[in-house]
């Protein structure tokens, strides 16, 4: 069973930064896709950002140019670096991780980012 610990939420004003991290509990984290999603209230779950193992990204249109995703595999965890934040960023953003061959996804609990005017 995979576990996936998030940490780093919380309120920063318009224009502010913040950094989420996420522990993942995995034998291999090199057989994962790992990343970030967020849901704001009443909005569909939505996509922020991904990482492979072989340093491929995918970003969300709204977050390209202010977010950036890292993972260090010492420490199997991943980094959602978050710059220049906006209102609409507000959002519980959720850790995951999909295995690449198994195709089995892994939520985390979801931390909140609340992002004031």
């Known amino acids: 069973q995979v576990q996936l610990w998030e940490s780093g939420g919380g309120e920063v004003q318009s224009g502010g930064s913040l950094r989420l991290s996420c522990a993942a509990e995995?034998?291999?984290?090199?057989?994962?896709?790992v990343g970030w999603y967020r849901q704001a209230t009443g909005k569909e779950r939505e996509l922020v950002a991904i990482?492979?193992?072989?340093?491929?990204?995918n970003y969300g249109d709204s977050v390209k140019g202010r977010f950036t995703i890292s993972r260090d595999h010492g420490k199997k965890t991943v980094y959602l670096q978050m710059n220049s934040l906006k209102v609409e960023d507000t959002a519980v953003y959720y850790c995951?991780?999909?295995?690449?061959?198994?195709?089995?996804?892994?939520w985390g609990q979801g931390t909140q980012v609340t992002v004031s005017s």
């Open positions: 990482t492979t193992d072989g340093g491929g990204t």
């Open positions: 995995v034998t291999i984290f090199s057989l994962y896709v």
């Open positions: 995951y991780a999909m295995h690449i061959r198994e195709r089995e996804d892994f």
